[in-house]
């Protein structure tokens, strides 16, 4: 194994080392290679967080993409005909995107650029800035050799953002908002040319050219953000938040809530599986303080579809019920906090402890995220088979979640038949003992 390879496997959650393994291996049957590029490579090598996995393949990437939903039961979140990609959530909540290894050639800003298939090494030159512009192959032949046409590895060590040519912003407009959020979230400086063209496509108004899906799709990389409120908050003294809804700014930007919510998300232990609608609770919280008629046209003018307009405009009801219930005295198990939130979608339980003033929910809310889900992914399919169930069998989940609540609540698990068996048989004729008092012992004779 590579340096390399050994470095991406510690850098990677359980649940981002299945899905890259599911792909890799989709690939291998396809036969082209497959790279890992981009955020993924970029986050590795300069240590931090991998938030999303983006993979280069040499061959047909939408074919590709859909043999990984079909064997994984991921979701295909969107998909782009022109430069043949397609981004994918697994049922973990991980994401990944998988695209063709290209070349794109734009006639004039904001356009959809003219896309033809490419090796990976022009691919990686076509990308927006330096930093994003290293592969890692994941092909037999060749897999942990790195790919670094630009230097990309020199601007991480100097942590300094560079574009790739001296027309990165004006080609694709929407990269305005990826030097900053870039800029912000790894704490990195602007190479003096980049800042430079930057200065110029504002000066020309090239934000204005940003097509409304390529808007919702940085949005959707906002939502994910670590550093969420810095991001949101340097967008708009940039005042390129304008571009979502003219309102969107001062006092009505929700600043507060996403520092919230930033916060909460910190709570979550590395590697623990929270499947989360990050763009549904983003727009919920940052749209929160706009008028209804002003968060209509903020969908409008994203040109949101149906599906993700309702799942954002409904969170905020579906949250109700779910404070309520965890107001509920009878919770004081551990197991029962559990039972009540497991299952319940990630964004739902968030915006509760995000908007909740009352501090047993929050509580309740902080034990689930540090305490009892991590104890609960514990427990394995190993133990369960060890105890006599195999995986497909009618009882193999209520065992599993029964073992969750034994441990939860510090008991020692055993099946109910073995718990009925040492409870001690009634006698036929003994006297009853009442309830509540002690069984009279005999005593010696003086």
Same mark, same amino acid.
Do not use: C
């Given at each position: 194994?590579?340096?390399?390879?050994?470095?991406?496997?510690?850098?990677?959650? #359980?649940?981002?080392?299945?899905?890259?393994?599911?792909?890799?291996?989709?690939?291998?049957?396809?036969? #082209? +290679?497959?790279?890992?590029?981009?955020?993924?490579?970029?986050?590795?090598?300069?240590?931090?967080?991998?938030?999303?996995?983006?993979?280069?393949?040499?061959?047909?990437?939408?074919?590709?993409?859909?043999?990984?939903?079909?064997?994984?039961?991921?979701?295909?979140?969107?998909?782009?005909?022109?430069?043949?990609?397609?981004?994918?959530?697994?049922?973990?909540?991980?994401?990944?995107?998988?695209?063709?290894?290209?070349?794109?050639?734009?006639?004039?800003?904001?356009?959809?650029?003219?896309?033809?298939? @490419?090796?990976?090494?022009?691919?990686?030159?076509?990308?927006?800035?330096?930093?994003?512009?290293?592969?890692?192959?994941?092909? +037999?032949?060749?897999?942990?050799?790195?790919?670094?046409?630009?230097?990309?590895?020199?601007? %991480?060590?100097? !942590?300094?953002?560079?574009?790739?040519?001296?027309?990165?912003?004006?080609?694709?407009?929407?990269? %305005?908002?990826?030097?900053?959020?870039?800029?912000?979230?790894?704490?990195?400086?602007?190479?003096?040319?980049?800042?430079?063209?930057?200065?110029?496509?504002? &000066?020309?108004?090239?934000?204005?050219?940003?097509?409304?899906?390529?808007?919702?799709?940085?949005?959707?990389?906002?939502?994910?953000?670590?550093?969420?409120?810095?991001?949101?908050?340097?967008?708009?003294?940039?005042?390129?938040?304008?571009?979502?809804?003219?309102?969107?700014?001062?006092?009505?930007?929700?600043?507060?809530?996403?520092?919230?919510?930033?916060?909460?998300? &910190?709570?979550?232990?590395?590697?623990?599986?929270?499947?989360?609608?990050?763009?549904?609770?983003?727009?919920?919280?940052?749209?929160? !303080?706009?008028?209804?008629?002003?968060?209509?046209?903020?969908?409008?003018?994203?040109?949101?579809?149906? &599906?993700?307009?309702?799942?954002?405009?409904?969170?905020?009801?579906?949250?109700?019920? %779910?404070?309520?219930?965890?107001?509920?005295?009878?919770?004081?198990?551990?197991?029962?906090?559990?039972?009540?939130?497991?299952?319940?979608?990630?964004?739902?339980?968030? %915006?509760?402890?995000?908007?909740?003033?009352?501090?047993?929910?929050?509580?309740?809310?902080?034990?689930?995220?540090?305490?009892?889900?991590? @104890?609960?992914?514990?427990?394995?399919?190993?133990?369960?088979?060890?105890?006599?169930?195999?995986?497909?069998? @009618?009882?193999?989940?209520?065992?599993?979640?029964?073992?969750?609540? @034994?441990?939860?609540?510090?008991?020692?698990?055993? #099946?109910?038949?073995?718990?009925?068996?040492?409870? #001690?048989?009634?006698?036929?004729?003994?006297?009853?003992?009442?309830?509540?008092?002690?069984?009279?012992?005999?005593?010696?004779?003086?």
């Amino acid at each position: 194994m590579s340096d390399y390879m050994f470095m991406l496997e510690s850098h990677l959650s #359980p649940g981002q080392s299945r899905a890259l393994g599911a792909i890799d291996q989709a690939a291998r049957q396809t036969g #082209p +290679p497959l790279f890992l590029v981009g955020g993924a490579m970029r986050d590795m090598l300069g240590g931090f967080p991998i938030t999303d996995l983006d993979f280069a393949f040499q061959g047909n990437a939408l074919a590709l993409a859909r043999r990984v939903a079909e064997e994984t039961g991921a979701r295909i979140l969107a998909q782009d005909e022109v430069r043949k990609s397609a981004e994918l959530v697994f049922p973990d909540g991980v994401t990944a995107e998988i695209g063709m290894a290209r070349t794109e050639r734009y006639s004039k800003p904001g356009v959809r650029p003219q896309v033809e298939p @490419a090796p990976i090494h022009q691919d990686l030159l076509r990308r927006d800035f330096t930093v994003n512009s290293i592969a890692l192959s994941l092909h +037999p032949a060749s897999r942990g050799l790195l790919l670094d046409p630009a230097n990309g590895l020199g601007d %991480l060590n100097q !942590k300094e953002l560079r574009a790739n040519s001296s027309t990165t912003l004006f080609d694709d407009p929407a990269r %305005l908002l990826r030097l900053i959020r870039f800029r912000i979230r790894l704490g990195f400086s602007v190479e003096a040319r980049t800042q430079q063209q930057y200065e110029a496509a504002r &000066q020309a108004g090239i934000e204005a050219l940003i097509p409304p899906r390529s808007l919702l799709a940085e949005l959707r990389q906002i939502a994910r953000e670590p550093a969420l409120a810095e991001v949101v908050a340097g967008l708009d003294k940039e005042r390129l938040l304008r571009l979502v809804s003219p309102s969107l700014s001062g006092p009505r930007l929700n600043v507060v809530a996403l520092a919230k919510l930033q916060k909460a998300r &910190q709570l979550i232990p590395f590697g623990v599986s929270l499947t989360v609608d990050a763009l549904a609770l983003f727009l919920a919280l940052i749209s929160e !303080k706009l008028p209804p008629k002003e968060r209509s046209a903020f969908a409008r003018r994203l040109e949101m579809g149906k &599906q993700e307009t309702e799942a954002w405009k409904k969170l905020g009801a579906a949250v109700r019920p %779910l404070e309520k219930k965890l107001r509920a005295a009878k919770l004081q198990r551990p197991s029962l906090v559990y039972e009540t939130l497991s299952g319940v979608p990630g964004e739902q339980i968030l %915006l509760v402890y995000v908007a909740t003033k009352d501090r047993l929910v929050h509580d309740r809310i902080r034990n689930y995220l540090t305490k009892y889900l991590p @104890a609960a992914q514990e427990i394995t399919d190993k133990e369960v088979i060890a105890a006599g169930y195999e995986p497909g069998a @009618a009882r193999f989940e209520k065992i599993r979640q029964e073992m969750i609540a @034994a441990r939860l609540d510090g008991r020692t698990w055993r #099946p109910a038949a073995a718990a009925s068996k040492s409870r #001690p048989a009634k006698r036929r004729g003994a006297s009853p003992v009442r309830r509540g008092l002690p069984a009279l012992s005999a005593r010696p004779v003086a």
